[in-house]
């Protein structure tokens, strides 16, 4: 989705709030301010998914049989929801970092960073069927109305990457479902979709107690031990002691029992688990590349590689290394490696036309990087794009992309600025 088209979907959702008023919440039956209708929320939810998924790792691809399988889970938990006929969606996400979000409309994500943390299907439909909570009660649109979202320069909110370093700034695309997926909730919102959530496991026969456990993992993972959880569900689903208590008293109420599902789920998982030392030895490779350990660094995702060589998130990784290290060459082969993988994923592409780009092969950078902005448009890819189009004579192309670089902020903003001062004197 370009710049255009995302500032048009502001636009309408702006007439909306003019346009709506009370309704009753789907789920809990009371009275709420309604200013988003069900257009905008469905619309925004599909127009955003890809794009929020790619900031946050892309698709677990290695292993589609793992997603099918969340997919069957997640429509169990869907169909007994108070809103069942959503367009529900479920994806797994290729980050470490644990963590599940719902976008408006049923579209729900689940890192594989969490699923390894789970002993069996009835947590995991415990975390899904919580997410379906969050969709079905609209509480990201209520975020949304909330004013957190909607605002002046929203386009310029979101994810980090630059020329050089290892993260700058996107701007549009994924920028509103980024800041959905990753706003934290209300504790009025977690205690509801636990509550729900909790009926809704009750209701497709998974034993509701796995609720309770799952709460008081995450509570015992907050204080301190964990900082990749902290960092990823905490950050916007923080659990308490308030919630487990809230949710035992539940589970008491309706009864405990019901399906686990841990054979199926050890099963389902395996060849994750199998594949975790890949994973594990890729997150030291960027943590040593992060310290501008890069030798180190260079080792370590060697590692990954070998013991998971269809991974390209690993050969991506490897070659911004080969850049840092000066072998442009390399570098390049690993780029070009990690788009063959993974060809939708625009971060992929972007490295790869950057790479070309600093090599002078023009053509190819400027390919790369139109496919980049039309998943996720990014200020550097803008600024890029203007660069190569003075190079290719065309001034008024460059102008155009200099001023949607503009648009954004820090660095990347101000150096469009200055060359589209530059060509328009």
């Known amino acids: 989705?370009?710049?255009?088209?995302?500032?048009?979907?502001?636009?309408?959702?702006?007439?909306?709030?003019?346009?709506?008023?009370?309704?009753?919440?789907?789920?809990?039956?009371?009275?709420q301010l309604s200013l988003i209708g069900e257009n905008q929320e469905l619309a925004m939810g599909a127009e955003q998914y890809v794009p929020t998924q790619q900031t946050q790792g892309g698709q677990f691809y290695v292993d589609p049989e793992l997603t099918l399988y969340v997919r069957e889970v997640g429509q169990k938990m869907a169909a007994v929801s108070d809103r069942p006929d959503l367009p529900y969606e479920f994806v797994v996400l290729n980050s470490s970092v644990p963590n599940a979000w719902a976008l408006p409309g049923g579209k729900i994500a689940i890192n594989r960073g969490l699923l390894t943390e789970l002993d069996d299907e009835a947590q995991l439909a415990s975390v899904l069927g919580h997410e379906v909570v969050h969709a079905a009660a609209k509480h990201s649109v209520q975020?949304?109305?909330?004013?957190?979202?909607?605002?002046?320069?929203?386009?310029?909110?979101?994810?980090?990457?630059?020329?050089?370093?290892?993260?700058?700034?996107?701007m549009g695309g994924a920028a509103l479902g980024a800041q959905l997926a990753l706003a934290q909730y209300s504790q009025g919102d977690e205690l509801e979709s636990d509550h729900y959530g909790i009926l809704y496991m009750k209701e497709a026969g998974y034993?509701?107690?796995?609720?309770?456990?799952l709460q008081q993992i995450f509570l015992e993972l907050s204080e301190g031990?964990?900082?990749?959880?902290?960092?990823?569900?905490?950050?916007t689903h923080p659990p308490s002691a308030e919630r487990v208590e809230e949710n035992r008293e539940l589970v008491k109420k309706i009864g405990a029992g019901g399906y686990r599902g841990k054979d199926v789920y050890d099963?389902?998982?395996?060849?994750?688990r199998s594949l975790q030392p890949a994973y594990d030895a890729h997150d030291k490779a960027m943590e040593l590349a992060s310290k501008d350990e890069m030798k180190a660094a260079l080792d370590k995702v060697n590692e990954a590689i070998r013991l998971l060589p269809r991974e390209a998130m690993f050969?991506?990784?490897?070659?911004?290394?080969?850049?840092?290290l000066k072998e442009e060459e390399k570098a390049t082969a690993d780029f070009e490696k990690a788009v063959s993988l993974y060809p939708e994923m625009f971060?992929?592409?972007?490295?790869?036309?950057?790479?070309?780009?600093?090599?002078?092969?023009?053509?190819?950078?400027?390919?790369?990087?139109?496919?980049?902005?039309?998943?996720?448009?990014?200020?550097?890819?803008?600024?890029?794009?203007?660069d190569i189009a003075v190079k290719q004579n065309n001034r008024s192309q460059a102008i155009a992309y200099y001023s949607k670089a503009a648009e954004a902020g820090g660095e990347v903003a101000e150096e469009a600025k200055r060359k589209l001062t530059a060509l328009t004197q």
Not at 207 to 213: H, L, T
Not at 225 to 235: K, M, T, V, W, Y
Not at 315 to 324: D, F, P, W
């Open 1 to 31: 989705m370009n710049l255009s088209a995302f500032k048009t979907s502001l636009f309408a959702i702006a007439l909306a709030l003019t346009l709506s008023g009370c309704t009753v919440n789907p789920v809990t039956g009371e009275k």
């Open 207 to 213: 034993d509701p107690a796995a609720a309770v456990e």
């Open 225 to 235: 031990r964990e900082s990749g959880f902290i960092n990823g569900l905490f950050a």
């Open 267 to 272: 099963r389902k998982m395996a060849k994750l």
């Open 347 to 386: 971060t992929y592409r972007l490295y790869n036309g950057l790479n070309a780009l600093r090599q002078n092969n023009l053509n190819k950078a400027r390919d790369n990087l139109i496919k980049a902005n039309e998943t996720v448009p990014t200020s550097i890819a803008f600024l890029r794009l203007g």
């Open 143 to 170: 975020r949304m109305q909330q004013g957190m979202l909607i605002s002046a320069g929203v386009a310029g909110l979101g994810f980090a990457l630059s020329d050089n370093e290892w993260a700058g700034l996107i």
């Open 315 to 324: 050969y991506s990784l490897r070659g911004r290394i080969y850049q840092e």
